[in-house]
Each structure stands twice: as C-alpha cells, then as structure tokens.
C-alpha cells in the first residue's frame, strides 16, 4: 500500500487544513503540526479589558463631574477618551447580552432580566446560535478569554447542576469564569461559581472579604497564569464587579470618607452637578434640567416618584444623605480593587496595549423606591418599605446586616439631567451611561471628550476592529446573523467626525424609545404602571437630541410629521428584532408568567443531603402557597446544624438544631422579629420534623397569612400565625441548601453554612399545594378596561 493522497475535510477529524502526507508507514509519511495547533492572534494584537459597572448614571462619577471619586477611573480617562452620548438597553441582563454578542437585546432573546423572561422569541433569555459571541470569535482567533464578575445571561431555565451548561459562560467562548450568575449578589456573602461548579468564598467578611476585592485576585490571577505559560498570547476580560448594583455594601473606612458629601440632598446635587458637566465639557452650555417627576399624574408609579428634598424631615435627609454616602463608597472602593488590576498591567509592561473599555450597564437606579430601602428584595416581592424601619438601621447601612439602596431621588441626581433612571427606556436617564476608552498603543488623543451618539451595541464591532477582526459569516457550523452595530474605532483621534450611527430603538418594560440621526421620540409610560397596557394609546414625545442633550423640550406637537416618521421607524425595528408583545406586567401578574421548573404531578419534591444548592426557580416553591417540608432525620445527643434553609437573613426560612432545640425561623423580608417556632429536639433515633403551612389569605401588600405548624414525628408540638412571602427569596443566588445554609444565614442564630452533624438527614420532603394567589377581581377589571 502506498496511498500518499492528501486526506479530505470528511475523512481527517482532526480538520481539513492538513498539507502533510500520509503513507501506511510512519517513516514515509510527512507530519504537518501546524494544521493542528490553535490559531495565534495577529502580531502585536491588543489585550481587551471591558470593565461594566451596574445602575450608574453619567452625573455620578468623577470623570463626568460627579463628586463619586474614581482614581483608577480617573487616571485611564486623563489618558483617553470620555463619551458624552453613549447609550445602554436600561437594564443589565439585555445590555450585558449586546456586550455578549453586539446584537440587539431582543435580538438575543433578552428583552429583560434572565429571572423574568417569559416564552415569547424576544424574551426567552436564551441566545440563539445565530448571534455568536465575541469570546468565540476572539478565542478562535487566539485570545485567552475571561469572563469576572456578574454574568446576568444564564437563562433562567438553566441555573441549576442539572441544566446544560451550553449558556453558562465556559459555552460561550470564555476559557474561565469566576463569579455569580444572577443579577446581584451579597457582597459579603456571594453565590460564588467557578467555571462550572459552586464553590465556597474563599474567607469571610472579618478577615477582609469583599466580593470586589476577591475578583480582582482572580482576574490577577487568571492574566498572570495565561502570560506565564504563553507570554505572546492576548486575552480578552469581560470584567463585570457586582457595584454598583444594589446590596450596597463597602468597607467602613469608604464610608467614612464621604460623610457629609450629599448634605445638600438631591435635588441642589442635580443643580451643582449639571454646572460641572458643562464645565467639564460632557454637556453643551444651555442644556436644561428636567423635572425630578417628569411624567403626568396616573402615569408615574407611587414607587417610582421622587420626595421634593423640602418635604423631608431631618431625620430623612440624614438617613437619605447616609445612604448616597454608603452608594459612592462601594463604587470608589470597587475602582480601588480594578486599580490593583490596572497596576499589575503597568508593571507586568501590558498596559499600553490594552484596550479598556470602562463604562456602566444602564442609569442610576430607581429600585429602592421614594424612601430609600434596607432591603432591596422589597422591591421585587411589591412590598413597601417602611422609613421607621429604616431610620432604625441607619448606622448598619453597608454592612453584612443590611441589603441596602438608596431613594428614587438619588437615582435622578445621579442621572442627571435627564428624565427618570433605570428601567425607563424612553429616556436617557435609563439610557445615557459614562464610557472612557484607554489604549495608549493604538489612541494618540489623551484626555479628550467625543460627543458621537452610540450605543452598547456598537462595542462588539469596535473590539473586533481594533483587534484586525471581521466577524464570521459561520461560526461553530451556524450561519452568523449581521452586527447590529457599528465601530467607534473612527472617533479616536476625530473629535468632530460625523456620527457613523443613525438608527437605534429603545424597548424596556413596556416603555418605548427611539433615536434616528439626531432626534429622538419617547412615549410616556411606565414600567410597572399601575394601569396596565394601553400601548397603543400611549403619548409620543418628540425630543431634537442634537440641539437639547436633556431632552427637555417636547416639540410632538410642533413637528407632527417629524414625530410620525419616527413611531413608524420604531414600529419597523420592533418588528424586525423580535420586540414584540410588549410587557409591562406588574409584580403580582408577572409571576404567573415567569419560569417555574414544572411541578410534579403530585407536588412533592425529595431532597438528599450533599445536594448542591438549587437555584430558586427550579427548587420547590413554597411562595405564596400552603407547603409541607418533612425531614426525614436520625438524631444522636450532640446533634446540631441545619436541616434545609432557603434565601438569607433579608428573606427565607431555615430548620435547624442548636443548644438541643429544634427550631423553625421564617424571616419575612427580614423585617424584625424573626418568626419562629421551636420545640425540644427528639430523642435518639430516627424521627420526622418539619413543618406545615396552610395558607388563608392574602393582604393587599402581598404577605401570604396562614398558621404554621412544627411537627416532630405525627404530633404539632408548636403553631402560630405566620405571614409568607409571595415573590421571591432572592434576585440571586441564595438556593435551597439541604444539610447547611449557603451563602448568608437565614437566621441570626448561627454563621453562615452551620453544617448538620451528630446525626445524619435522609432526605427532605417537599409537598406544594396548588392554591397560589391570583387576583382574579382585578384580572376582570384589567380586561374590561383593554376591551
């Protein structure tokens, strides 16, 4: 046999680029190692550093004019370039998505959050194949790709071990990943996940534990592994810290340092920080202020309006004033930790060819309603805060006993001068976000403002420029739709080149936007109004962005031509990126539309110890509705340690065994006190302890109202009147852990994790009842009022 044709793409696994020859011998065969080896990146080809930021709008920080100090931000910004009008989705896990691919979030399926998608093409929160990420292409042409931080895209349906990982991180592009998968995270106490799997933190909040502190050791970590091994390698960090998302949580010493910054309240911040931005160059002379409360009376939420500074008392402005304090010591402390990465750059000689990208996912957020809150999860269980209750945890704000946010006023201060903050859509407050571009290799301007209008879809294209790239037509055998976007590599060293974009649509929640060569319509609406629906009768607002920046001026009824040339251009790019049915859903409604893992037919669910911890929306929901939990135990004399617990100290319930009790706490929001039930802890031996909820009402604030009951074996040894909660335990992490409690402790009884022993759990029965709340009066009326 002498075959010494060359083997084709079908025949040859190893693929189709092989030049050697193949002979029956090994002797008369040629090899050929480079049709094998991975493709190297261009020479001289750039690191790509993306930092993103959570919920911070362009008056915050200051680079902008903002009175946030960011040294590390600061100092890339004085030796690159500052953009004026660059725009986000108005909330992360959609603009995270446009990072991901440089489609439009619709596009991507991320019409919203990955915990609230539903089942429509444009909100499923799963990336179609067709939308392939930078991270692939880059590794494919020879990046080292990392991914730190917040990920925010894992569709909801795939949280847990037992989903696929196809959309978790390492399957889209990314060789590594260090982080949490939700929306936010306890920043002392974080869901951590490396690559694939959960993982412990690796210390504890009094020996120094901050979740920014500890990424910036990984991300260190990861560059330094890949340069060590590969020093001629580029690598590519998606870099998303947890600030400056709500829980606000910050070192003391942070706080300290801004005591006294906010005293004269939001509204003389708006008036002083605009004078800034004009000075600085970020905003034209002339550009006005907007209403703290722009939109008309039945249109904006009670949870949404601004308290007029003047109205508050004493005790409100300093609690208010506290808690901006706390939200500017978590960014700049988050700043410091990127400032030890920065640092390692200019030491390790990798700095100057280093395209960072430093910037923020959507504007200032308005989630921790008009009276600020020490728990944010409030806000997504529809429940009020209380300013007692808060005034009473003033001195506690960012600490591990709180989960803190500030009032809807600070989120316009910090997006001034627009109109509203995150969420809305149909403005900049929810849209305009700061983006400072450093690469001193390939950016001779230092320094300098640009002003073009641009969008988050637009930094695919930009990296994939500066790195010599195109964008596949195939990538991973799947044909790649177009780039939604365009580079911004051409305002560099141009400041008064034309912008190249000309058409960008807004959708978020309902409420509706759209920019088209220098103006812009916007409807009003809100995101959870309290009249749901309605689109099509909603206002339009016609705003010329070119000559008013803060869109102050409604000109729809002066130029109604104007005004209909661009709802008709929104209409066309809806229907184009997979923006319709729009959603504006309140809490209550939307529950019934968001992912739930199926229920067993007979609504049981079996646990086993040693399980990893279930994600929240696959784990036996126990929301809303009447439950069992039975632990199935053998107790010995020394037996203690926690039998299942879900959520944390600011939502969740926990059945334990401590000092020879045992005891069930359901901490309702982690309003004070505890609810708790207890009773002696059983003999040696096998037993059965848990407990029975049955509901029996519901109140208008969304509390489930029913009796609880403690059994041990057949026998109710305590029982109370209870109140559960009726949304969710956690926009993050904080699963159902079955033997220990993960992450922060449900209860104040014992430290986090409080492993079972002295004994040993069988297993953990879950019974659901199917008598969820729906609010069918209010269901009738709705539907009468649409038809």
């Known amino acids: 046999m002498n075959n010494t044709n060359k083997p084709t793409p079908e025949n040859n696994s190893s693929g189709k680029n092989f030049r050697g020859t193949i002979n029956l011998d090994v002797r008369d065969s040629k090899a050929d190692w480079p049709a094998f080896l991975a493709k190297k990146a261009p020479k001289d080809a750039p690191n790509v550093l993306v930092i993103l930021y959570d919920d911070t709008g362009c008056a915050a920080w200051s680079p902008y004019g903002g009175r946030i100090n960011m040294p590390t931000l600061d100092r890339l910004a004085k030796n690159g370039l500052t953009y004026s009008q660059w725009h986000t989705t108005a909330v992360c896990s959609p603009t995270r998505s446009c990072f991901l691919t440089g489609r439009n979030h619709h596009q991507n399926g991320f019409g919203s959050i990955s915990e609230s998608a539903i089942g429509f093409p444009g909100y499923n929160g799963h990336i179609p194949p067709e939308n392939g990420t930078i991270a692939s292409v880059l590794r494919d042409a020879g990046w080292s790709t990392f991914w730190i931080g917040k990920n925010h895209n894992v569709p909801v349906d795939a949280f847990d071990m037992g989903s696929s990982k196809k959309r978790w991180p390492l399957g889209l592009g990314y060789d590594r990943f260090y982080g949490f998968l939700g929306g936010e995270t306890n920043q002392w106490f974080p869901e951590l996940i490396e690559d694939n799997h959960f993982v412990e933190q690796p210390y504890q909040p009094e020996e120094g534990y901050h979740f920014s502190k500890d990424i910036a050791d990984k991300a260190i970590g990861f560059i330094r592994d890949s340069k060590q091994s590969q020093p001629e390698k580029p690598w590519y960090m998606w870099y998303c810290p947890g600030a400056n998302h709500a829980p606000h949580h910050a070192p003391q010493d942070y706080i300290d340092k801004y005591k006294g910054v906010f005293d004269d309240g939001y509204e003389a911040y708006r008036e002083w920080v605009l004078a800034k931005m004009i000075e600085r160059g970020i905003l034209p002379e002339g550009t006005e202020l907007t209403p703290i409360n722009p939109l008309p009376?039945?249109?904006?939420?009670?949870?949404?309006?601004?308290?007029?500074?003047?109205?508050?008392?004493?005790?409100?402005?300093?609690?208010?004033?506290?808690?901006?304090?706390?939200?500017?010591?978590?960014?700049?402390?988050?700043?410091?930790?990127?400032?030890?990465?920065?640092?390692?750059?200019?030491?390790?000689?990798?700095?100057?060819?280093?395209?960072?990208?430093?910037?923020?996912?959507?504007?200032?957020?308005?989630?921790?309603?008009?009276?600020?809150?020490?728990?944010?999860?409030?806000?997504?269980?529809?429940?009020?805060?209380?300013?007692?209750?808060?005034?009473?945890?003033?001195?506690?704000?960012?600490?591990?006993?709180?989960?803190?946010?500030?009032?809807?006023?600070?989120?316009?201060?910090?997006?001034?001068?627009?109109?509203?903050?995150?969420?809305?859509?149909?403005?900049?407050?929810?849209?305009?976000?700061?983006?400072?571009?450093?690469?001193?290799?390939?950016?001779?301007?230092?320094?300098?403002?640009?002003?073009?209008?641009?969008?988050?879809?637009?930094?695919?294209?930009?990296?994939?420029?500066?790195?010599?790239?195109?964008?596949?037509?195939?990538?991973?055998?799947?044909?790649?739709?177009?780039?939604?976007?365009?580079?911004?590599?051409?305002?560099?060293?141009?400041?008064?080149?034309?912008?190249?974009?000309?058409?960008?649509?807004?959708?978020?929640?309902?409420?509706?936007?759209?920019?088209?060569?220098?103006?812009?319509?916007?409807?009003?609406?809100?995101?959870?109004?309290?009249?749901?629906?309605?689109?099509?009768?909603?206002?339009?607002?016609?705003?010329?962005?070119?000559?008013?920046?803060?869109?102050?001026?409604?000109?729809?009824?002066?130029?109604?031509?104007?005004?209909?040339?661009?709802?008709?251009?929104?209409?066309?790019?809806?229907?184009?990126?997979?923006?319709?049915?729009?959603?504006?859903?309140?809490?209550?409604?939307?529950?019934?539309?968001?992912?739930?893992?199926?229920?067993?037919?007979?609504?049981?669910?079996?646990?086993?110890?040693?399980?990893?911890?279930?994600?929240?929306?696959?784990?036996?929901?126990?929301?809303?509705?009447?439950?069992?939990?039975?632990?199935?135990?053998?107790?010995?004399?020394?037996?203690?340690?926690?039998?299942?617990?879900?959520?944390?100290?600011?939502?969740?319930?926990?059945?334990?065994?401590?000092?020879?009790?045992?005891?069930?706490?359901?901490?309702?929001?982690?309003?004070?006190?505890?609810?708790?039930?207890?009773?002696?802890?059983?003999?040696?031996?096998?037993?059965?302890?848990?407990?029975?909820?049955?509901?029996?009402?519901?109140?208008?604030?969304?509390?489930?109202?029913?009796?609880?009951?403690?059994?041990?074996?057949?026998?109710?040894?305590?029982?109370?009147?209870?109140?559960?909660?009726?949304?969710?335990?956690?926009?993050?992490?904080?699963g159902l852990c079955i033997g220990y409690d993960g992450g922060d402790a449900v209860s104040r009884e014992y430290q986090p994790q409080f492993p079972f022993s002295g004994g040993r759990i069988v297993k953990v029965v879950f019974d659901i009842g199917n008598d969820a709340y729906q609010d069918l009066e209010q269901k009738f009326a709705a539907r009468i009022a649409r038809d």
């Open 297 to 734: 009376e039945g249109i904006l939420p009670d949870a949404d309006s601004v308290r007029p500074w003047e109205t508050l008392s004493e005790d409100e402005k300093k609690l208010f004033c506290r808690m901006a304090e706390v939200y500017a010591a978590f960014s700049e402390y988050t700043d410091a930790q990127i400032g030890r990465l920065v640092d390692y750059l200019e030491e390790s000689g990798q700095l100057d060819n280093t395209l960072i990208l430093y910037c923020a996912d959507n504007g200032a957020s308005g989630e921790g309603s008009p009276n600020g809150s020490v728990n944010e999860n409030r806000f997504f269980n529809g429940y009020p805060d209380d300013i007692n209750q808060n005034l009473e945890m003033i001195d506690k704000l960012g600490s591990p006993d709180t989960y803190n946010h500030y009032p809807t006023g600070w989120a316009t201060a910090f997006s001034t001068p627009y109109r509203m903050f995150k969420r809305y859509s149909s403005y900049a407050g929810g849209t305009a976000d700061p983006l400072i571009i450093h690469w001193p290799k390939g950016i001779t301007a230092k320094g300098e403002v640009r002003h073009q209008y641009h969008h988050c879809t637009d930094i695919v294209p930009t990296i994939l420029e500066c790195c010599g790239l195109k964008m596949p037509e195939m990538l991973d055998g799947v044909k790649q739709s177009p780039l939604a976007g365009v580079s911004m590599r051409y305002t560099f060293d141009n400041a008064n080149a034309p912008t190249t974009k000309e058409t960008q649509y807004y959708e978020m929640l309902g409420t509706r936007g759209i920019w088209h060569k220098g103006w812009k319509a916007a409807t009003e609406h809100a995101p959870v109004p309290s009249d749901q629906g309605h689109f099509d009768k909603d206002r339009w607002q016609l705003f010329h962005t070119d000559a008013d920046r803060s869109e102050a001026h409604d000109l729809a009824d002066k130029e109604p031509e104007k005004l209909q040339e661009l709802v008709d251009l929104w209409m066309a790019e809806a229907q184009k990126y997979n923006v319709l049915p729009l959603n504006d859903l309140g809490v209550k409604d939307f529950h019934e539309l968001e992912f739930k893992a199926e229920l067993p037919e007979n609504g049981r669910y079996i646990y086993y110890p040693g399980t990893t911890e279930v994600p929240e929306a696959s784990a036996a929901r126990t929301l809303g509705v009447s439950f069992k939990i039975l632990a199935e135990v053998e107790f010995t004399g020394d037996s203690q340690g926690v039998i299942c617990a879900q959520g944390s100290r600011f939502g969740g319930y926990s059945l334990f065994v401590k000092g020879g009790k045992l005891t069930w706490v359901y901490n309702f929001l982690g309003i004070p006190p505890e609810q708790r039930l207890s009773c002696e802890a059983p003999a040696l031996g096998k037993h059965i302890v848990g407990v029975e909820f049955i509901k029996e009402s519901m109140s208008e604030k969304l509390e489930t109202l029913g009796k609880m009951k403690l059994y041990v074996d057949d026998k109710v040894v305590a029982e109370a009147p209870f109140r559960t909660q009726s949304g969710r335990y956690a926009l993050c992490g904080e």
